[in-house]
């Protein structure tokens, strides 16, 4: 199965794309980490950033897509543009989409960290890593 994980991020989607098992897997087209929305996106912008979702999700085949949770109360919150994002992608992706609670990475992160040898080191992609390594089976 392939998985890529989604970390929404303000205007930006962060994407680590997983396949293999939780024990043995690797990453898939490392290059390609980010897409992103203007501030304040047109239709046009929109569908163009749905376009790069969809034309990634068919050029690697992928399975699943995971996005962080959103908070939808209290402080951090998840903004307007991870809100239209989410929405988007919910909306037009034709595989499965599936949500992770920030809760759930970090108890993930305690049990299965030696499995993480290939994890990237910045900080958000770290995080676009640690969804998709969730959804591995």
């Not at 239709?43 to 908070?71: C, M, P, W």
């Not at 307007?80 to 989410?86: Q, R, S, V, W």
Request: glycine fraction near 8%; include cysteine; hydrophobic fraction near 40%.
């Amino acid at each position: 199965m392939i998985v890529a994980g989604l970390f929404l991020k303000a205007n930006e989607v962060r994407v680590v794309t997983l396949t293999g098992s939780r024990i043995s897997h690797h990453l898939i087209a490392p290059k390609v980490t980010k897409f992103s929305l203007l501030k304040n996106p047109t239709q046009t912008d929109v569908v163009a950033f749905i376009a790069q979702i969809n034309g990634y999700v068919s050029e690697h085949a992928i399975d699943k897509l995971v996005l962080n949770r959103r908070a939808t109360t209290g402080q951090g919150a998840g903004g307007a543009g991870t809100f239209l994002m989410e929405g988007a992608i919910l909306a037009t992706c034709a595989c499965e989409v599936e949500f992770i609670h920030p809760a759930t990475l970090r108890a993930s992160d305690k049990k299965h960290n030696e499995f993480k040898s290939c994890r990237p080191t910045t900080v958000d992609l770290g995080k676009a890593y640690d969804l998709a390594f969730e959804c591995l089976s």
